[in-house]
């Protein structure tokens, strides 16, 4: 049996409406930086991001809640 190859890369994921399962992501700390990137990549392809950040920002198109996530409260 063969086995598919699977290229993964920038232009290389389904369009939203292709894909099939979608997961809801949060990231903590996505205000800027990797975290930032990450959650712009996910929303574009689909799924659901929540963002939590100190600073209340995070990229377009995400949830961002604000917060603390070393805050015992």
Same mark, same amino acid.
């Given at each position: 049996?063969?086995? =598919?190859?699977? @290229?993964?890369? /920038?232009?290389?994921?389904?369009? /939203?409406? @292709? ?7 949060t990231?903590?700390?996505? %205000? ?10 996910? @929303?574009?392809a689909?799924? *659901?991001?929540?963002?939590? %950040?100190? %600073?209340?920002?995070? /990229? *377009?198109?995400v949830?961002?809640?604000?917060? =603390?996530a070393?805050? /015992?409260?």
């Amino acid at each position: 049996m063969g086995r =598919d190859r699977i @290229q993964v890369g /920038p232009g290389t994921w389904p369009a /939203p409406t @292709q894909r099939r399962t979608l997961v809801k992501l949060t990231i903590i700390g996505g %205000s800027k930086g990797t975290g930032a990137k990450l959650a712009s990549l996910a @929303q574009a392809a689909g799924h *659901e991001v929540t963002v939590l %950040s100190r %600073s209340g920002q995070g /990229p *377009e198109g995400v949830r961002v809640l604000t917060g =603390d996530a070393g805050d /015992p409260a």
